[in-house]
């Protein structure tokens, strides 16, 4: 589901600012490994011009200050290449205009769920040379380098990603006699019902209900472990390359049931229905003992409500599921060359995005920067982009400028470690059509205590079959 944060673009170039510190600045920057050898030259000295988007507009001066200065750096080692800023800001809804009118950025940005659709239709450049000549496989977490490889070529530079989890209000739990997050849907249940209180406006568990596709999200997501529901049954692909649903199944069904009882039964919901940010307020104001959460959401609070007391939350995975895993979407940001750049300009791009995240002097340069800005958030939890001792050296130093309480994080960290946690990408294949019609069906049983989920769930399947899949060329 792609959500708006402002946090994802603001919180990482606010980490650019100039007037880096020099105290500490060399043993930092020999603590983190140098993964990356920048050319002598780029475009072999002849002058190139690149349009770098997501840079900040002129309504936010200070960005432009931190962009401008960190563009400057490069050009002082490649002096013939020209950064131009672009504000645009990729949109599911503006983005296919660029491509017909041939002006996309030489560098954009595009969901984690995306990079499939930008390789079938020709939108990126090819970097395996320089992934290759780099050993970037060897860096970068092989799980989020495949999203965007195709046929063993490199099309795209991930930047960062998120998991679905559970954040807990710990001391909520702890007066209710319990010592840690659920491991399991019986434990889930049990604490939701227990730690609820209507007299005190509390809640066992909250989650998006109040607007389709944020509703059908939220279900899927918890379906996947609940009842090891698989995005691929949504739409089928035929042996005559037509597709058919089939979300309408057991493991959906016992999804639908278990939320019509934890609003009907056991009754821990919100009595109303809220949207993402209403659903982080929920949690921000202590109002929710537990709610499905990304890890960016921790940030948004500290944000947004810095009155509250960051160091009661936790997160961790979500109930393990029938596989003993706890299987999640991920989601993220990746950035791309636009199939419409020269060589010169796609040497140039992919050179100045890597060396913005994988140049030592540049990562401490961010973090020392974004100690000094009061509205930074540093350690919110997170996928690993990288792997190896880079990884750990750069996870190090971000430790020690968290500001957040990286210490309740540990449930989600020690299971990702493990291999606990397993990572699905979002169906590419009408996936938001499917969420409103999932998500219509989860309305209906939250304000009709006699709604029948399999009849709901039944007309739901069919009216997706006839109205998105059977239109589908």
Same mark, same amino acid.
């Given at each position: 589901?792609?959500?708006?944060?402002?946090?994802?673009?603001?919180?990482?170039?606010?980490?650019?600012?100039?007037?880096?510190?020099?105290?500490?600045?060399?043993?930092?920057?020999?603590?983190?490994?140098?993964?990356?050898?920048?050319?002598?030259?780029?475009?072999?000295?002849?002058?190139?011009?690149?349009?770098?988007?997501?840079?900040?507009?002129?309504?936010?001066?200070?960005?432009?200050?931190?962009?401008?200065?960190?563009?400057?750096?490069?050009?002082?080692?490649?002096?013939?290449? #020209?950064?131009? @800023?672009? *504000? =645009?800001?990729?949109?599911?809804? &503006?983005?296919? +205009?660029?491509?017909? %009118?041939?002006?996309?950025?030489?560098?954009?940005?595009?969901?984690?769920?995306?990079?499939?659709?930008?390789?079938?239709?020709?939108?990126?450049?090819?970097?395996?040379?320089?992934?290759?000549?780099?050993?970037?496989?060897?860096?970068?977490?092989?799980?989020?380098?495949?999203?965007?490889?195709?046929?063993?070529?490199?099309?795209?530079?991930?930047?960062?990603?998120?998991?679905?989890?559970?954040?807990?209000?710990?001391?909520?739990?702890?007066?209710?006699?319990?010592?840690?997050?659920?491991?399991?849907?019986?434990?889930?249940?049990?604490?939701?019902?227990?730690?609820?209180?209507?007299?005190?406006?509390?809640?066992?568990?909250?989650?998006?209900?109040?607007?389709?596709?944020?509703?059908?999200?939220?279900? #899927?997501?918890? @379906?996947? *472990? =609940?009842?090891?529901?698989?995005? &691929?049954?949504? +739409?089928?692909?035929? %042996?005559?390359?037509?597709?058919?649903?089939?979300?309408?199944?057991?493991?959906?069904?016992?999804?639908?049931?278990?939320?019509?009882?934890?609003?009907?039964?056991?009754?821990?919901?919100?009595?109303?229905?809220?949207?993402?940010?209403?659903?982080?307020?929920?949690?921000?104001?202590?109002?929710?003992?537990?709610?499905?959460?990304?890890?960016?959401?921790?940030?948004?609070?500290?944000?947004?409500?810095?009155?509250?007391?960051?160091?009661?939350?936790?997160?961790?995975?979500?109930?393990?599921?029938?596989?003993?895993?706890?299987?999640?979407?991920?989601?993220?940001?990746?950035?791309?060359?636009?199939?419409?750049?020269?060589?010169?300009?796609?040497?140039?791009?992919?050179?100045?995005?890597?060396?913005?995240?994988?140049?030592?002097?540049?990562?401490?340069?961010?973090?020392?920067?974004?100690?000094?800005?009061?509205?930074?958030?540093?350690?919110?939890?997170?996928?690993?982009?990288?792997?190896?001792?880079?990884?750990?050296?750069?996870?190090?130093?971000?430790?020690?400028?968290?500001?957040?309480?990286?210490?309740?994080?540990?449930?989600?960290?020690?299971?990702?470690?493990?291999?606990?946690?397993?990572?699905?990408?979002?169906?590419?294949?009408?996936?938001?059509?499917?969420?409103?019609?999932?998500?219509?069906?989860?309305?209906?049983?939250?304000?009709?205590?006699?709604?029948?989920?399999?009849?709901?769930?039944?007309?739901?399947?069919?009216?997706?079959?006839?109205?998105?899949?059977?239109?589908?060329?």
């Amino acid at each position: 589901m792609k959500i708006k944060r402002n946090i994802i673009i603001l919180a990482f170039l606010a980490m650019f600012l100039f007037g880096v510190s020099t105290i500490g600045y060399a043993a930092a920057v020999e603590g983190i490994p140098s993964v990356l050898t920048m050319p002598e030259q780029i475009a072999e000295g002849r002058p190139v011009t690149i349009t770098v988007a997501n840079c900040p507009p002129s309504s936010q001066p200070v960005l432009q200050i931190v962009w401008k200065e960190q563009a400057a750096r490069f050009k002082e080692l490649y002096p013939n290449v #020209t950064i131009n @800023a672009s *504000d =645009y800001t990729y949109s599911l809804d &503006s983005f296919p +205009a660029l491509v017909v %009118a041939h002006q996309v950025p030489t560098l954009f940005l595009v969901y984690l769920t995306d990079p499939g659709k930008m390789i079938d239709q020709g939108v990126c450049a090819d970097l395996t040379s320089i992934f290759e000549a780099q050993g970037l496989d060897k860096v970068y977490n092989p799980t989020l380098l495949s999203t965007v490889t195709r046929d063993g070529k490199i099309y795209g530079i991930p930047w960062n990603a998120y998991s679905m989890g559970l954040v807990y209000n710990i001391s909520m739990l702890e007066d209710a006699g319990f010592d840690g997050p659920p491991t399991t849907w019986d434990e889930f249940a049990t604490m939701a019902e227990a730690v609820t209180d209507r007299d005190a406006g509390v809640e066992g568990f909250a989650m998006c209900t109040g607007e389709v596709h944020q509703a059908g999200w939220h279900t #899927t997501v918890m @379906a996947f *472990d =609940y009842a090891g529901f698989k995005g &691929s049954d949504v +739409a089928i692909k035929q %042996a005559d390359g037509t597709y058919k649903t089939g979300f309408d199944n057991d493991a959906m069904l016992s999804m639908l049931n278990f939320i019509k009882d934890l609003r009907w039964t056991s009754d821990v919901l919100p009595r109303e229905n809220l949207v993402w940010d209403t659903n982080n307020i929920e949690v921000a104001l202590g109002k929710a003992a537990m709610s499905l959460f990304a890890g960016d959401c921790l940030s948004w609070i500290m944000q947004n409500y810095p009155e509250t007391d960051m160091s009661n939350l936790g997160f961790a995975p979500l109930p393990l599921g029938p596989d003993g895993k706890s299987t999640s979407l991920g989601g993220g940001n990746i950035f791309m060359v636009s199939a419409d750049a020269t060589p010169d300009q796609t040497e140039a791009a992919a050179y100045y995005r890597l060396w913005t995240y994988l140049d030592p002097g540049e990562i401490i340069a961010g973090f020392e920067a974004g100690a000094a800005d009061p509205s930074n958030v540093v350690g919110a939890p997170a996928l690993p982009v990288y792997i190896g001792p880079f990884q750990e050296a750069r996870a190090s130093l971000e430790a020690q400028y968290a500001n957040l309480p990286t210490e309740n994080y540990k449930p989600y960290a020690d299971a990702m470690m493990a291999g606990d946690i397993v990572i699905v990408p979002e169906g590419q294949v009408a996936f938001q059509e499917y969420y409103a019609a999932l998500g219509a069906v989860v309305s209906e049983i939250l304000a009709n205590k006699n709604a029948d989920p399999a009849t709901l769930l039944t007309q739901a399947a069919e009216t997706y079959q006839t109205n998105v899949l059977d239109l589908m060329e």
